[in-house]
């Protein structure tokens, strides 16, 4: 069947449409401007700011063009006299109530409605009553409000319960006393809620961490990565040149509209990671001499470093790579360490890598077929917390008819429906069995499972932090691929990090093993030297006492961003590197996509990009082939990263580990808010926490014999007592943490001990 | 006949002028630039005279001058600017550095407000741009800076020369005020 065309006429001009287009969407894919404010293509129609009235000859009155579908020979005034009279009786009457704040208003400089004001607006009023004032509400820590400016135009509304999926703010009255808030005053805790900011016409929704920072004309616009979860969402770095000094700020990030990976929309976390960029960086070389930190010179702690280094015998150094870091930096330092013959790990959590797994899953998937999916299954994933924008396409997906299941060891809170299928760890594999065994497939060597699972066909699986820190995970990554290499469907497996996925790559170029390394018994035993790129192993590995004396008895050269406390007193020499926006570099994320950046401003104090400080630190261990490396080019040219060959997955178990027994088994990932050092400093981003609280069944607790119901006794990690959550969509025998607990980061699939509380 | 030589002896200049015209060395013996310069100088011998001891007395000057600048606070005491940022967008020689932050009672104020004097042309857009009338050029011209860095007007410096000069700015925009 072709498809219909319509030709439609707007100014004069004759354009071809599709049946069903609004005329404001024909008029924008043409180039013809229409002042609107409540009309957003992402979102749904609402026709409620009558900003767009249009002249449409043989229509009676002015018609809304985001609202009126296009007919066939439809001939559109937008700049008639008519057009004109009833836009501008419409801007009189929305800046009847708007106040004349604009020097004091953030949005001042990028607002619509002073943008259109201008065009449409006149310079006298025919209302001479007093303006309405709205009072504010505390909306939390990342977004500021001033509701007296709000027009209704309800584009916050709409993104909540379309977008995010979670309908927190609500227009409360109607006409001149509509009202737009959080019906139970909670504040917002969407991790998009960022995004309302973008969508607010006015400066009715800003943002607190940017408030009264600058202005919009001011700023130069860098295009960058996100560096916080697996899909790398494009952002809009804004920097700001003072007039003294020429001296660069980083005064906000945006999201870049990209369809592949964000659209429009992005995190929190990405938005807000920014505002750690200054805040307990390391500006300068230091060396620790008798337990006194003194600054040093470039040359001379490069000297030292060296030194060590090179008088390491092989196997007896570590070093502890971040995930998230660029490739380019990655295969310097991979390099590095295979020169000196350190062993190299990543800092994730306790993983299980025996299957190799690159990062990369067996398909390459887009976010488009992540919409298009009809039977999800997503196993030990929570997309809300850990992926927010992989959360906004399933949640997409599942608007749309697909059936969303999870295979989940504590009931989560999602922004979509789904079923949620709750089960101890240890029972994971044979779930999948069962499934396999409905779906008529067989793994040989491996005896199937009868319990019921009803999926059905599946068509995307997604295998999360969950699986990614489970005993068995490759067990379950290497079922999972088999299924889906018989049944057709996608595999999505999620990442911890930014670049697991390019670092692996280059790992295996330069056969690097980073695989099989339960590094909770193995890290540093034996090392005599341990170097950390943009690590703090008290946060980003499972941690330990024992950890802690060894990296204190060792040497620890860390090349690193950011202070931590505990690093002033392990680390024996720091080098200061540049933060991520600070860097150039390129990035794989979890779907194969490449993606390289320009650093968004020059590094802060004496930080220096890293493949700068490992290229001179190579030189003067006398690795000769860094000598010809001149440019980041150089190194893209030589780790050939566009060969994603790699990425295939073959791996095939061939018979099950047993699952390990404990008794009471934490199941809390690491903390979305915690998940990196740039992360860790962002202080509205940590403001967004709840008080710490502990997940528990009551079956769990009673077979445990703790009788108390308020508080329990927490004896591992780092607190004492914390507020007891006992709830019935938790496996019996898991224990959950829920809200600020940072500090218990590397405790997955740990055993925990619990005492009586009050 | 008295009447007819006079007569004559005109015609007889007039005739000596006419064959002499265009005749340089004939104008300098005759001095005649010098009477035409004389026809202007002469008669403000005969004007008053405007001359002022100046460090003592000052020529008045108008209440559009642009001068040093300065910035004025309320008659309540408190600070005019509300770090909008308009002056630093618009001035053409970036002489203006603006930071801003939430003040302790919420409202927008600035942390820093840098103008470098060697930088300003004095071209009062800043002052046209301005929405709360609190950057002002004063009639303040005699100003001089002796060590580096005291060309950079700091807000405390320019806050200062507003409460100074306060009075006469006041006055210079009540006289002008409907031409605002």
Redesign the interface.
Known sequence: MTEQVLTVKIDGKTLSCKPGQSIIEVADQNGIFIPRFCYHKSLSVVASCRMCLVEVERAPKALPACATPVADGMVIKSQSKIARQAQKAVMEFLLINHPLDCPICDQGGECELQDLSMGYGQSESSFYQSKRAVKDEDLGPLIATNMTRCIHCTRCVRFGREIAGTPELGAVGRGGHMEIGTFLKQGVQSEVSGNMIDLCPVGALTSKPFKYQGRSWGFGSHSHMSAHDCLGSHLSVHTQVTNVGKEQRLMRVLPKESHHVNGTWLSDRDRFSYTANEQNRILKPMFKKQGNWIEVSWQEALTLAAKKLSELKMGQGQLLLSPSVSTEEGYMAMKLAVHLGLETCFSMLKQDLKDQFSGVGVSQITMHDVKQAKNIVMIGSNPKVHQPILGLAIRQAQLAGAKVEHLTASGLTLNYQATQLIAHPRLWVNHLLSHAQSQNIAFEGIKSVNTEVGWGQVDLWVLGEGVLMHPQGSEIRSLVSQMVQATGAKLLILTEGSNTAGLSIVAKELDVNLSDRPYLQKIGIHSEAIWLHQTHPEFDIPFNETIYHQLKKSFVVATSSFWSDQMKEYADLVLPIASHYETSGTQVNVMGHVQSYQAALMPLGESRPAWKVFKVLGQLLGKTDFSEIEALSDIQQLMKLSVLSHAGYDYKVDQLRPANQVSLLNISAKHPMACDAQVRHAEPLQNTMDQLRVRISEQTLQSLDIHSRKTVVLFSGAFSEVLLDISHDIADGCIEFVGDYRELAGSWLQEIELGNGA | MNQFYIILILAAFGLVFWLLRGKQWARQLLLLDFVRGLKVTLPYFFKPKITVQFPEEHTPISPRFRGMLALRRYPNGEERC?????C??VCPA????I????REDG??RTTRF?I?AFKCIHCGLCEEAC??DSIVLTSNMHYTMRKRGEN?MTKEKLLAIGEAYESEIAACREVDKDER
């Open positions: 509300i770090a909008c940022k308009l630093e967008a970036l002489a203006i550095t930071e801003a932050q939430e409202q927008r840098d470098d929405p709360v950079i």
